[in-house]
């Protein structure tokens, strides 16, 4: 994958434009972070003690607070460096800290899998995203006290669009009365020296009586400090890297690559099928002297999706939101729709901080896949920018915020997406050993997650294009090829989106479907690509959700498994594609990613346009449906493929496997059901 302030041009020639960009910096991205969420600021409230009923708990009854690691002995442990010389904290230094407070974990988590479980009378009734945080998030805690403290101190600080958490920058001295500790700053041995750490001696105990109960949850509490930026640095980079932990069971070595024939796996790395819808300059799109890209059509077709545009259009009533961090050019787009036939609505874009420069290829991507599901949808958002103040480059932060900022209803005329599609991502091996805020951070976007799957909005993050060895490119040098997933593509409140290929009928029919994995084909194909196969595995980070548990196929152990779906992202033929005036072929995890969010959005939209219950967080339905067997062969099982492209990886095979998850949904067989699942219903509440 290209460093992220890479701007790749897109050609008609291999190797082809590639998806799931890593949110990773190089010496052209110093300083730089991604997304600055578009967040709602907290009225600071009575002064401190003068709301009545709001004194904190007595300190028996306070939750421990997770601060990751922090402290001299953790760090060092952690990092695997000496931390030397301490001396007091320059006040000048600023913590970009985020709290996560206490709510009511437990009854959000009912509220959310009543909402999404279709055997319960809850299925398809949550309220708007601010409503269900209103109601769970922080129940017993008074967060404008939290922000009248701070802002007592000169710090104002927003809350999430979920009321999950506060956020703001904190001077060290605030930050050190907040956690009542005193912070030291740290030279790391055999680093530049403008390069500090700033940290407490030893991990805090004791909150700010205001904090105490309220606040369970840390991030940004440590912090490299470099003086020629002027900013905290995300995480402790300068530290030796590590590899990461080894998933239970070992992955299966790399099987052999054919040595005959072009098609492999249930593949074909040119185009077959009929792309009848396909303007003439697209339709001679070619790689190696074969025709490439598959046109909007014959990926409708393939996945069943003709059937909602004859049920409700062609995303009537749909509201999709997509994530990214710079532009698109609308001519490109408009070009791609007139093309294809697929005028409709206009993209809104959201500005949220700094815009990458130029014309930013995964946000292309994105937008020509969503559109070519649903381009009358009624509205289809795009949230980008990244932040690029005080030298911050915090990739657990960022990507948290990307996620934040489409369940911000204010930004869109008070409407909650159906969905969210977010294709971007970084690998735990990597946030686990460079980021000593990584746990509490993840556990708050849960937090987040949760909200969002209680209010029925669905969130679509891409599995990644590295097969199983997520971290490769990661640890420089040399790369990492040991098995990893990536995040927040491995949250539990995700549907998680791993890639296929195909090979198509004349109907455009699948007549075969595989593992995604460009390197299984022979010459020249497989030697034109990197970044060529959909990540999967077992997370090293979050529990196995109650989903997942006893899925037919699924391995044993006690983490989530990626992905859950998996849909076409083969790079060879790929998807058509229009940028910088010329036609071209893409591909990736991020190209079926969005493809799956907009399917699911019609469906939702389909589902209130008829008085059935929207389908929000599909993974609990899509999994009952695999333990019940899937009669209706609603998810199309693969059972070709693997996800070694790199390194050790997994094989698909029947039920669940870590290459293509469940497998790819039939959307035409999953509305009859669901219509029917609903007349049922009817029909017993009558009787």
Known sequence: M????????VRSTPPPARATRRLRARAACAGLGLLVAALVPVAPGPPVGAAPGSAPLAPGALPAVDFG???????????????????????????????????????????????NDPASPDFGQGGTVAEEGRAFNAPGTDPALIAAWFWAHGVELVADPTGSSLRGDVPVAVAANAFGTTYLQYRIAGAPPEVVVVTPVARPTELDPVLA??????????????????????????????????????????????????????????RT???????????????????????????????????????GGPGTG??????????????????????????????????VGTVLPGVNLETTIDLQRVVSVAPRAARIDLFVGYDASGGTYQPTRQLFEMLANPLDASLTDGEDPDV????????????????????PLRDITEQMLTTAAAAGVGVYVASGDYGASGCLDSFAPPDNTGPSVWWPSSATWVTSVGGTNLTLATDNTIGSTGGWNDLRYVEPWASACLGCSGGGGYSDATPRPWFQVGAPGAPGGATRLVPDIAAFADLYPGYLHYQGGA??????????????????????????????????????????????????????????????????????????????GLGSPRHDRLLALLRERARVAEVRFVG
Not at 2 to 9: F, T
Not at 80 to 102: C, H, K, N, Y
Not at 338 to 345: D, I, V, Y
Not at 583 to 595: D, K, L, R, V
Request: hydrophobic share 40%; proline share 11%.
């Open 69 to 115: 690691v922090i402290g001299v002995d953790a760090l060092e442990a952690w990092a695997g460096f000496e931390l030397v010389t301490p001396a007091p904290a320059d006040p000048t230094i600023t913590l970009r800290i985020i709290l996560g407070l206490t709510g009511d974990r437990a009854g959000l988590e009912a509220r959310a899998r009543a909402v």
């Open 213 to 270: 109960g309220r606040v369970d949850r840390v991030y940004g509490a440590v912090g490299v400090y470099d003086a020629t930026t002027g900013g905290i640095l995300g995480g402790t980079t300068t530290g030796p890297p590590k590899p990461p932990p080894t998933p239970t069971p070992t992955p299966t070595p790399p099987a052999p690559r054919p040595t005959t024939g072009g098609p492999a796996d249930g593949g074909t790395p040119w």
């Open 318 to 351: 749909a509201r999709i939101a997509v994530a990214s961090v710079g532009f698109h050019d609308p001519s490109d787009l408009a070009t791609y729709r007139a093309c294809f036939g697929l005028e409709g609505t206009p993209v809104t874009d959201h500005v």
């Open 420 to 439: 969210v599609s977010l294709s971007y991502g970084w690998c735990e091996g990597y946030l686990a050993v460079a980021d000593p805020g990584f746990a």
């Open 273 to 311: 099928g009929t792309p009848a819808d396909a303007c003439p300059d697209a339709a001679a799109t070619e790689a190696f002297g074969q025709p490439v890209g598959l046109s909007p059509a014959q990926v409708r077709t393939a996945y069943g999706i003709d059937a909602l545009w004859a049920a």
């Open 2 to 9: 290209r460093p992220l302030c890479d701007n790749p041009s």
């Open 583 to 660: 036609w071209s072929h893409t591909g990736g995890t991020s190209a079926a990613g969005p493809i799956m969010a907009a399917a699911f959005a019609l469906q939702a939209a389909i589902a209130r346009s008829e008085g059935r219950p929207a389908v929000g967080f599909v993974n609990p339905m899509l999994y009952d449906l695999a333990r019940a067997g899937d009669p209706a062969g609603i998810v199309r099982d693969i059972v070709e493929g693997t996800n070694d492209a790199y390194g050790p990886g997994y094989e698909a095979g029947p039920g669940y496997d870590l290459v293509t």
